[in-house]
Structure formats: structure tokens, C-alpha cells
């Protein structure tokens, strides 16, 4: 089994420098990360955090918040590159319909953010899926009106508000081959 080692920050957001409850806790992580876990087991696949750590707030407008890929640009600016695959745990964000971001492909860096959704099975799916942009894998497009697609309802990689963990076995060998878990060993 490939092991992938995660740095991980709950960074809690501020507004004007007054710092906002973070939602994210070290057991909250663990929690969510099991759920990771079951889900990537499917591929062999296990991610073990090598670091937690409480980060400054990231000070940033709430209406700037919902451009999902300057949050994460920022994020990933304020901390050195390194071997590790770097995740930022961050509260709720009003009107982003994502449940975080990554760069596809691990490019220019293995980094995503993964907002906070209030229960561990919902926050460990949008942290799988995450990951699996990290690993190479793109959304699930499906017409819901189609009675040919009803299975990939179920996919982790579905679009939108999904509770899905499928994978298929394509995407289990486009993973393994993935320039992240051949990094790891894989």
C-alpha cells in the first residue's frame, strides 16, 4: 500500500484582523481523514499526516472568499515548498458551491484546501475528492436525467454536492500512475 504524507494546517479565516472561531480541530482532522482512508483504500492508497498545525489566520474579505483558486493560491504561498502533500483545513465559506480546491495534477504543487462542512462523513468525501484532483482525476460529469448514468451518481469525483466514494476501476489505474503516488512509492 502507497503511503502519502500530508502536512496539515487548520487555518482559520479573519476579517480586518479579527479572527474568526475555527471550525476544524486535530480530532476533527483524524476523524475526517478515516473517512479519506476508506475511501482510498479502493486504490491502496493511504494518507498518514505527518504534521497539524494551528496557522495564522488568513486574513482575507469574506467576498473574496469564493473564488476558490485565489484561496488557495494564497494559502499555498505562505508556507515553503516540501516533500509533503500540504492540506489547508478552512471554516465554511459563503456561496463557494466547491468543497475546496486543488491543483489538478499536483501543479504547481501538491496543495488543496478543504472547507469545513459540519460532520465528519461530508468533510473526509470533500477531502477524498480533493485528493483525487491531486492524483490526476477530473470531475464526473453526469446528466441526471439520464437512466444510463444513475451509477455515477455515486462517484467520489461527481460534481456538485454528492456524498459519493466510487471509483472506477479506470480512475484507480489513472491514480496509481499519477506523478503524487509514484512520488510516494506508488
Known sequence: MSSILLKVYITPFAENGVKEAEKWSFDAAKAALSVVNATWSKANIAFVINDCAIDK???????????????????????????????????PIANLIAGGSSYPDSDPEPA?????????????RAWAHELGHLMSLDHVDIDYADEKQAALRSNLMTKGLSMGRD????????????????????
Request: net charge positive; aromatic share 8%; proline share 1%.
Open 167 to 186: 471509483l472506477t476501476d479506470k480512475q484507480i489505474a489513472k491514480v496509481k500512475a499519477s506523478k503524487l503516488v509514484k512520488r510516494f512509492g506508488g
Open 57 to 91: 489566520p488568513l486574513d482575507m474579505k469574506k467576498s473574496a472568499r469564493n473564488d476558490d483558486r485565489s484561496v488557495l493560491d494564497v494559502l499555498s504561498l505562505r508556507h515553503n515548498l516540501d516533500n509533503l502533500v500540504h492540506i489547508y483545513l478552512v471554516n
Open 112 to 124: 488543496s484546501f478543504v472547507q469545513w462542512y459540519g460532520n465528519v462523513d461530508s468533510n473526509g
